[in-house]
T-cell receptor, first 114, second 112 residues
Framework: DADVTQTPRNRITKTGKRIMLECSQTKGHDRMYWYRQDPGLGLRLIYYSFDVKDINKGEISDGYSVSRQAQAKFSLSLESAIPNQTALYFC?????????????FGEGSRLTVL | GQNIDQPTEMTATEGAIVQINCTYQTSGFNGLFWYQQHAGEAPTFLSYNVLDGLEEKGRFSSFLSRSKGYSYLLLKELQMKDSASYLCAVRDVKAAGNKLTFGGGTRVLVKP
């Protein structure tokens, strides 16, 4: 089983619909991140959280919100999806005590907004 | 802000060597990472450099020159399974959350 699990893996939805992507991890890491990936643009940070009470905006947070329900869970919501939010979304975790700061990624959630 | 540049695509032959360059500009450098990402899959960690020099890990090596804002990833004895995208990422201690910024990735195609 994967250490960082994302659901759903694939989703097609319509403009204006609310969508939630969920991420759970069994690594016991404090830090969790949501990225989106678009061809040629690399991974861009949407939101990140250092613990249950901590939520921080990344570089492209507009149109998104997050919730850190527990140390192991970090969900990403699109309140009213639009076509330019079509992308591959990755959740990632990192251990606070890890000097290298290696990120561990989930398998990705491919979202298509029609 | 940060600017990370790497070539979009490279092609090499099985058994050969390929070098993927990455240049960056950052005000608070705190480490450079290379990740491998096969199509449709999650990125996986390859290497981390924070001091100048070469880090070798089997067929893969990563080099860093902080004064030049330059790194490369060297893939030796290429295998077909090495066909993937390679992502350069830089950590900036002055960025909010000490966050990692990724380049656009270099797609490497290994041909027989």
């Amino acid at each position: 089983d994967a250490d960082v699990t994302q659901t759903p893996r694939n989703r097609i939805t319509k403009t204006g619909k609310r969508i939630m992507l969920e991420c759970s991890q069994t690594k016991g890491h404090d830090r969790m991140y949501w990225y989106r990936q678009d061809p040629g643009l690399g991974l861009r940070l949407i939101y990140y959280s250092f613990d249950v009470k901590d939520i921080n905006k990344g570089e492209i947070s507009d149109g998104y919100s997050v919730s850190r329900q527990a140390q192991a869970k970090f969900s990403l919501s699109l309140e009213s999806a639009i076509p330019n939010q079509t992308a591959l979304y990755f959740c990632a975790t990192r251990a606070l005590a890890d000097n290298t700061g290696e990120l561990f990624f989930g398998e990705g959630s491919r979202l298509t907004v029609l | 802000g940060q600017n990370i540049d790497q070539p979009t695509e490279m092609t090499a032959t099985e058994g050969a060597i390929v070098q993927i360059n990455c240049t960056y500009q950052t005000s608070g450098f705190n480490g450079l990472f290379w990740y491998q990402q096969h199509a449709g899959e999650a990125p996986t960690f390859l290497s981390y450099n924070v001091l100048d020099g070469l880090e070798e890990k089997g067929r893969f090596s990563s080099f860093l020159s902080r004064s030049k804002g330059y790194s490369y990833l060297l893939l030796k004895e290429l295998q077909m399974k090495d066909s993937a995208s390679y992502l350069c990422a830089v950590r900036d201690v002055k960025a909010a959350g000490n966050k990692l910024t990724f380049g656009g990735g270099t797609r490497v195609l290994v041909k027989p």
